[in-house]
C-alpha cells in the first residue's frame, strides 16, 4: 500500500494578513510518540553540546530527521527545509524552529556526532529506554540481517583498519542487485511490538555466521542487563559450533540447518510417522547431543511444505533426470580399447550421478572389423568395448528427498518444558521471527528514508543506519500503543473500507491522517481542520499529550 504523494505545504496568508495554515497530517502522532519515549531529552542528555551556540539541540536534528523519515515523502536529506516549510513547527519541535534551521549542514553534524559517539551504543542507549518508557518486557530477542544498496561510487580506501568504520563493497545482494554496492545492517528486536532493541551497520561483503558470533562476543551480557534478554531467535546461520559453545548458557533458538547429517537422520527416523497426521501441522520433540550441548530438537512437519516440496522436486527431477539421461546417451555412444577403460568410464560416470542411476550395466566387447570383405571363418583381431544398462531413479530417493522438505528442525537449548513448551518455542522461530523482517521491509520501502542512502562517507551511512533503525522503532511503538489502545477499550478503528478492525497497522493510521492541517486565525486562535470522530477517539485513547498536538487553541 502506497501513501498518497506529497502536498505543496506552505503557509497560506490573505491579503490582510489575518491567517494562515500549516499541514500537519499525521506528524503528529509521530512527535508525540518522540516525545512519550522522552528520545530528544535522552540524545542531548547523553551527547555533549554547546546548547548556547545551537539553535538546533542534537536531539531535535535527530526528531526532525525521524518525522521525515515517516513523512513518506521519498526526499533526500538536503532537501529537509523544503520538507518542513508549511508545517507545524511550533507543534512538531516546539517555538522557535523554522524550516531553514533544519539544513543539511545542522543534520550533517548530528550525523558526524552520533558517529563519534558510535551508532550501535548510541542506538542500545535509546531502545533501552524506550521499551521501559512502553512497559515491555523483552525477554526474546530475534536476531537477522539485511543488505541495503546504495548509488554512491564508494572506494574501498575510505575504510581504515584502524577505525571502525563499514565498507561500502559488493558483496550477496539480498535485493537482488549485485551491480550495486552496499552495506549490511543487523537487528535484534524484541517479540512483543517488534521494535528493535539492537542495530549495527556492517560492511557490504559481510557473512552472517561470523557477525552473528561478534555480536553475541561484544553485545549479549549488554543487551541481558539492558533490556532484559533471555533468549536469541535466529536463523540457521546461528546454529555452528563455535557460535553454540560462545553462548554458553545463555538462552538460544534455532533453525537446524538441512545440510547437518544429524539433521537428516533423525528427519527421516520420524517424518514419516509426521506426514501420517492429518493436521496441517505436526512436531515432535526428541533431545539430542550436538557441538557437545545437550538440546531439544523439534521436528516440525506441513503439508503446506509438502506441497511446495513436490511442486520443486517434480521440477527439479525433470530437469535433473533429462540432463542425466542425455549425458548416459553421450557415454553409451563412447568406445574404449579395453575392459578396464569402460568399466572406469562407467564408475566414474555414476559417482556424477545425483537423481538416478545405472541399472543392469553391462561392458560389452564388439568386434572391430577392417574394411573390405572378411575372410570366411576369419576372427577379429581386435574389440571395442562399449557401455550398457538404463537409467532409473529409486522411488526411495525421491520419498527422502521429499520427507527431508517437507520438514524443518527448530532447536533451543531450553530444556525445561515448563519454561519453554514446544508450542511456544514453535510460535517463537515460525511466527514472531516475522518481526524483524517486516521491519526490514519497513526500510527497505521506496518511499522511506533508505532511497536517500547516498551521503558522502561511509560513517554518516552508518550514522544514518541507525536513524533509520530509530524510525522503525518509532513507527512500531506507535502501532503497539494504537493496538494497546483498542484492545484495552475493547474498540476499534475504521479500516480502507470503513469496517472496524481492532488491529490497524500504523501505516494505515498515518494514512488515514492526511489532510490534517492547523489553520492560525491571526495571533488569537488556532483550530486544527479535517480530524474525524474516529480520528478524535484515537487520540483520546491515546492520552493528553496525543490530544494537545491535534487540539484547537486560543
Not at 156 to 171: K, L, Y
Not at 439 to 468: E, N
Not at 478 to 502: C, E, H
Not at 509 to 518: G, K, L, P, Y
Request: hydrophobic share 40%.
Amino acid at each position: 500500500m502506497s501513501l498518497p504523494s506529497e502536498k505543496t505545504d506552505t503557509a497560506t496568508t490573505d491579503e490582510a494578513g489575518s491567517y494562515s495554515v500549516e499541514s500537519m497530517n499525521h506528524l503528529g502522532l509521530v512527535a508525540a510518540m518522540v516525545d512519550e519515549l522522552g528520545l530528544v531529552e535522552c540524545i542531548d542528555q547523553m551527547m555533549p553540546q554547546d546548547f548556547n551556540q545551537r539553535t538546533v539541540s542534537i536531539g531535535l536534528a535527530v526528531k526532525a530527521m525521524i518525522l521525515m523519515g515517516l513523512g513518506y515523502v521519498q526526499r533526500t536529506l538536503y532537501l529537509t527545509p523544503q520538507f518542513f516549510r508549511g508545517k507545524a513547527l511550533d507543534r512538531l519541535l516546539g517555538p522557535g524552529i523554522l524550516a531553514e534551521h533544519l539544513n543539511d549542514d545542522i543534520l550533517g553534524r548530528a550525523l558526524d556526532a552520533i558517529y563519534t559517539y558510535g551508532p550501535t551504543e548510541w542506538f542500545g542507549l535509546i531502545a533501552a529506554q524506550a521499551v521501559k518508557r512502553l512497559g515491555l518486557s523483552t525477554p526474546i530477542g530475534h536476531l537477522d540481517s539485511t543488505s541495503l544498496h546504495t548509488d554512491g561510487a564508494y572506494a574501498d580506501s575510505e575504510a581504515d583498519d584502524d577505525e571502525p568504520v563499514i565498507r561500502v563493497t559488493h558483496g550477496y545482494s539480498r535485493d537482488h542487485r549485485p551491480d550495486l554496492k552496499q552495506i549490511v545492517t543487523q537487528f535484534i528486536c524484541e517479540n512483543q511490538a517488534g521494535i528493535p532493541v539492537f542495530m549495527k551497520s556492517l560492511s557490504g561483503n559481510s557473512n552472517d555466521q561470523t557477525d552473528f558470533r561478534a555480536t553475541i562476543k561484544t553485545h549479549i551480557e549488554g543487551l541481558k542487563e539492558g533490556v532484559g534478554l533471555k533468549y536469541l531467535v535466529a536463523d540457521s546461520a546461528l546454529y555452528t559450533a563455535e557460535t553454540l559453545q560462545q553462548l554458553g548458557g545463555f538462552g538460544w533458538i534455532s533453525r537446524v540447518p538441512e545440510t547437518l547429517t544429524l539433521a537428516r537422520e533423525m528427519t527421516l527416523a520420524v517424518a514419516s510417522d509426521l506426514a501420517c497426521n492429518p493436521e496441517p501441522l505436526s512436531y515432535r520433540a526428541v533431545c539430542v547431543t550436538h557441538a557437545g550441548i545437550r538440546q531439544r530438537w523439534l521436528i516440525v512437519h506441513t503439508h503446506a511444505a509438502r506441497q511446495r516440496a513436490k511442486k520443486t522436486l517434480r521440477k527439479q527431477h525433470l530437469t535433473l533426470s533429462e540432463a542425466e539421461s542425455k549425458a548416459f546417451k553421450h557415454l553409451q555412444g563412447k568406445t574404449f580399447a579395453c575392459e578396464a577403460d569402460a568399466t572406469a568410464a562407467l564408475q566414474a560416470f555414476c559417482q556424477t550421478l545425483k537423481l538416478t542411476e545405472v541399472h543392469e550395466p553391462q561392458i560389452i566387447a564388439s568386434p572391430r572389423r577392417k574394411r573390405g570383405r572378411p575372410g570366411k571363418n576369419q576372427t577379429p583381431a581386435t574389440y571395442d568395448y562399449l557401455i550398457q544398462g538404463t537409467l532409473s531413479c529409486p522411488i526411495e530417493r525421491y520419498q527422502h528427498k521429499l520427507l527431508r522438505k517437507s520438514c524443518f528442525i527448530v532447536a533451543t537449548n531450553e530444556l525445561d518444558q515448563a519454561a519453554l513448551p514446544d508450542e511456544r518455542l514453535l510460535e517463537c522461530y515460525k511466527k514472531d521471527q516475522q518481526k524483524v523482517e517486516r521491519g526490514f521491509r519497513f526500510l527497505k520501502d521506496p518511499v522511506f528514508l533508505s532511497s536517500t542512502l547516498f551521503l558522502k562517507t561511509p560513517r554518516r551511512i552508518m550514522a544514518l543506519m541507525a536513524i533509520m533503525t530509530l524510525c522503525l522503532l518509532v513507527y512500531a511503538a506507535v502501532q503497539w500503543r494504537v493496538r494497546q489502545a483498542l484492545q484495552q477499550s475493547q474498540q476499534t478503528y475504521p479500516d480502507q473500507k470503513g469496517k472496524p478492525n481492532p488491529r490497524p497497522t500504523a501505516r494505515w493510521v498515518f494514512q488515514s491522517f492526511i489532510d490534517i492541517s492547523v489553520l492560525h486565525v491571526s495571533s488569537l486562535k488556532t483550530f486544527v481542520l479535517g480530524l474525524t470522530p474516529a480520528q478524535k477517539a484515537l487520540l483520546t485513547l491515546l492520552g493528553d499529550r496525543y490530544v494537545a498536538l491535534y487540539a484547537n487553541s486560543g
